[in-house]
């Protein structure tokens, strides 16, 4: 059964450095999303993604943070500047339409020190 | 904007059923999903409705009442392997995004 992979699993930085978290989505789907998760709170959407544009973003989602698709199969977030509050798991989603199941990676947990 | 509330934590016995709810308060409204969470893991999809009515999919079944704000999951013949958090996330009208509430965690015991 197809899946959504994420790479790595477990990212650990110093403030103020930059990470890319990459990702993987299903193969035939279109509709790409980053979500995060603070230890013990809610998950919370970040961005989507369609037709290699942004669609969507909340507030989160600021100026430190930027997607892109490299290449046909990679979807990447990329945070420039790392911030103690950054720590959190990080989640990749991706459905066939905009309407569609969303169905998320396994999750990189990135830790700030 | 979404509001959606839901029990913090629910424990129920092995082999038993038990029913979540969700109620929610948006501006808009495209179906409402259930997701099963295990800690340090991601969120799985259980089943969606955006529909009035019930959906059942083997031992889980969902509800949803648009003019009342309110869906459940209802887990049947309950097994150690079903204690997760369960997250009810409901997708806004025109938008594909998911907003999500806490979760309700959700032991099962012997």
């Known amino acids: 059964e197809p899946e959504v992979t994420q790479t790595p699993s477990h990212q650990v930085t110093q403030m103020g450095q930059e990470v890319i978290l990459r990702c993987v989505p299903i193969s035939n789907h279109l509709y790409f999303y980053w979500y995060r998760q603070i230890l013990g709170q809610k998950v919370e959407f970040l961005v989507s993604f369609y037709n290699n544009e942004i669609s969507e973003k909340s507030e989160i989602f600021d100026d430190q943070f930027s997607v892109e698709r490299p290449d046909g199969s990679n979807f990447t977030l990329k945070i420039r500047s790392t911030k103690l509050e950054d720590s959190a798991m990080y989640f990749c989603?991706?459905?066939?339409?905009?309407?569609?199941?969303?169905?998320f990676g396994p999750g990189t947990r990135l830790t700030v020190l | 904007g979404q509001n959606i509330d839901q029990p913090t934590e629910m424990t129920a016995t092995e082999g038993a059923i038990v029913q979540i709810n969700c109620t929610y308060q948006t501006s808009g409204f495209n179906g409402l999903f259930w997701y099963q969470q295990h800690a340090g893991e991601a969120p799985t999809f259980l089943s969606y409705?955006?529909?009035?009515g019930l959906e059942e999919k083997g031992r889980f079944s969902s509800f949803l009442s648009r003019s009342k704000g309110y869906s459940y999951l209802l887990l049947k013949e309950l097994q150690m392997k079903d204690s997760a958090s369960y997250l009810c996330a409901v997708r806004d009208s025109g938008y594909s995004t998911l907003t999500f509430g806490k979760g309700t965690m959700l032991l099962v015991s012997p």
């Open positions: 409705n955006v529909l009035d």
């Open positions: 989603a991706s459905s066939a339409g905009g309407i569609d199941t969303q169905y």
